[in-house]
């Protein structure tokens, strides 16, 4: 009985005594994949088939927000990249039609809009979500066990355009509209 205190003691003052180096660890690696999502960010916010300026939040210093203009069915697409706590960069696109979010409270038929959502995840390269108050999103997930996704990250920028023709698809759901010929 006294051994088993003895190394449950050893084991908890050792991995106390370790966890502010893994966290200094873990901070310095999520700043360096911080600072290398910005570079990445300015090189492909900069293409004229991306054409989004990417700034650091002031809510949130690990995510990048940009305004992506000139879509037919939104209003435009507020941007947001994020670098998670562990190992992760994430997007989330949210579309501002007629002047607010996507919302399920304020859709027309929410059931319709998130039949045709689950739809979406099935058939789209990017997948589709609500978040807790219901403002509908389009979303990319990475992973970094197998290294930063430089290209993957331009490409799904460059995918984001395709965001505004769903979006068509989805304004009966929304409001009852039709989305208008392209």
């Given at each position: 009985m006294r051994r088993s205190a003895l190394?449950?003691?050893?084991?908890?003052?050792?991995?106390?005594?370790a966890s502010p180096a893994a966290a200094q660890s873990a901070s310095s690696?999520?700043?360096?994949?911080r600072s290398r999502l910005a570079s990445i960010l300015a090189i492909a916010g900069a293409r004229s088939d991306v054409n989004v300026a990417f700034q650091q939040s002031t809510k949130n210093p690990y995510n990048f927000v940009g305004k992506m203009t000139g879509l037919t069915n939104c209003d435009m697409l507020e941007v947001v990249w994020g670098v998670g706590t562990s190992g992760t960069v994430s997007l989330r696109a949210y579309c501002h039609y007629k002047g607010n979010?996507?919302?399920?409270?304020?859709?027309r038929d929410p059931q319709g809009l998130m039949r045709r959502l689950l739809y979406f995840n099935?058939?789209?390269?990017?997948?589709?979500?609500?978040?807790?108050?219901?403002?509908?999103?389009?979303?990319?997930?990475?992973?970094?066990?197998?290294?930063?996704?430089?290209d993957a990250i331009v490409i799904v920028n460059r995918s984001l355009r395709n965001t505004d023709g769903f979006v068509g698809q989805l304004r009966p759901m929304i409001d009852g509209s039709t989305a208008p010929a392209k």
């Open positions: 190394l449950t003691a050893f084991l908890f003052v050792a991995v106390i005594g690696e999520r700043d360096a994949t979010y996507i919302n399920l409270g304020r859709a099935d058939q789209n390269f990017l997948y589709w979500g609500a978040d807790g108050t219901g403002d509908v999103f389009t979303a990319y997930s990475f992973t970094l066990e197998s290294g930063f996704p430089d």
